[in-house]
């Protein structure tokens, strides 16, 4: 019988991973963006599937969205900015309508 193991215990894309069985070892690979994940299958032998990584593939894993920040970093700054501006606009929206309320009910009571 094939015995096969899994240092980082299937498949694992945030880690990376080498499958061994019997005497060959498989190491986790990037492909480009996505990542080759190889795992024990059901019959106990190797094998391996591609999975796709959202922030990138960096030293045989799928990178986490608060790793290594890649070359759209200045999308996310203008996010944060569009973020702010938005909350901000926001407030100054509530503040403005508690002022004409306030003034309103205020000329409300002079009548």
Do not use: H
């Amino acid at each position: 019988s094939a015995q096969c193991t899994d240092s980082d215990g299937g498949k694992n894309k945030y880690e990376s991973g080498i499958v061994t069985e019997q005497e060959e070892s498989f190491q986790d690979t990037c492909d480009g963006e996505n990542m080759k994940e190889y795992f024990c299958n059901v019959e106990g032998t190797a094998s391996y599937t591609t999975l796709p990584c959202v922030n990138g593939c960096l030293d045989a894993a799928c990178q986490l969205a608060n790793e290594q920040p890649k070359a759209s970093a200045p999308e996310e700054e203008e996010d944060n900015t569009f973020k702010y501006y938005f909350y901000g606009v926001i407030i100054l929206i509530i503040i403005a309508l508690y002022i004409y309320v306030f003034k309103w009910k205020k000329k409300k009571r002079r009548y």
